[in-house]
């Protein structure tokens, strides 16, 4: 799949009113997910931008060369734990209450104010439609 073909959206944090990611690609499929953020640069995961990957119940950060802060959501898109500044080559904990994971630029958690409970809108944008 072409970069120009990953579905996009944005990441709002509700309870904080600001935006986590302006720019989040959806990973959903077998392979988007495995591919995660595997080959990518830190120049090119800049603040703005976002991952979420879908389902998900934790992540690593194996073939990446730059930390990133990772955000575990229910299915209700709320925020049930938080991993700053996860080095690469590393495995984040599993987390069985997570449906979902966001992966944000380091220190995104830290500059929003994001804690545990918050909630999150989640938007796809190729279908237009909030999730929570």
Known sequence: MSENNHKKGYAYNKTRQTFLARDL???DTHWTRLRGLMGSSQESFTAGHGLWIVPCH????MMMRYSIDVVYLNEQNEVVQLEE???PWRMTPMNMEA???LELPSHTVWNTGTKVGDQ???VRERNQQAVA
Do not use: P
Request: charge should be positive; hydrophobic fraction near 50%; avoid cysteine.
């Open 25 to 27: 690609r959806v990973a």
């Open 85 to 87: 500044n996860v080095k």
């Open 99 to 101: 449906m979902t994971v």
């Open 120 to 122: 999150l809108e989640m």
């Open 58 to 61: 934790g992540v690593h950060t």
